[in-house]
């Protein structure tokens, strides 16, 4: 069973900074990427960021420039750093572990690989206010 550990999150201000951090445990299928999704009412699922085993990353278009994505493998803790947040960044996070490279939009798809990708069923909320 793929354990997942998430701290972080809570509510700020416009422009403010946030970090979530996420320890993932017991991936059945070696080496794997980690990445969060996020949900917000009345809008769909959206891949935020995703971090692969060699480093690359990826971000969705609308967190570019203001989120970062970073790993202490040692630890087994990948870290979201969101800076900037905005009233649309509202939303519950979800940490996932899916298969490598697999892509944003796909995060949080159960019917993408459902028997590789993992993600925590409680997720994060984060709330930015004006």
Request: proline share 3%; glycine share 10%.
């Amino acid at each position: 069973q793929v354990n997942f550990v998430e701290e972080g999150g809570g509510s700020v201000q416009i422009g403010g900074s946030l970090r979530l951090s996420c320890e993932v445990s017991n991936y059945p299928y070696g080496s794997h990427s980690v990445g969060w999704f996020r949900r917000a009412p009345g809008k769909s699922r959206e891949g935020v960021a995703r971090i692969d085993i060699d480093g690359r990353t990826d971000y969705a278009d609308s967190v570019k420039d203001r989120f970062t994505i970073s790993q202490d493998r040692a630890k087994k803790v990948t870290y979201l750093q969101m800076n900037s947040l905005k009233v649309e960044d509202t939303a519950t996070y979800y940490c996932t572990a899916v298969l490598r490279g697999t892509a944003l939009q796909h995060l949080g798809d159960p019917n993408i690989n459902p028997q590789y990708n993992y993600w925590t069923l409680k997720g994060t909320q984060v709330t930015v206010s004006s």
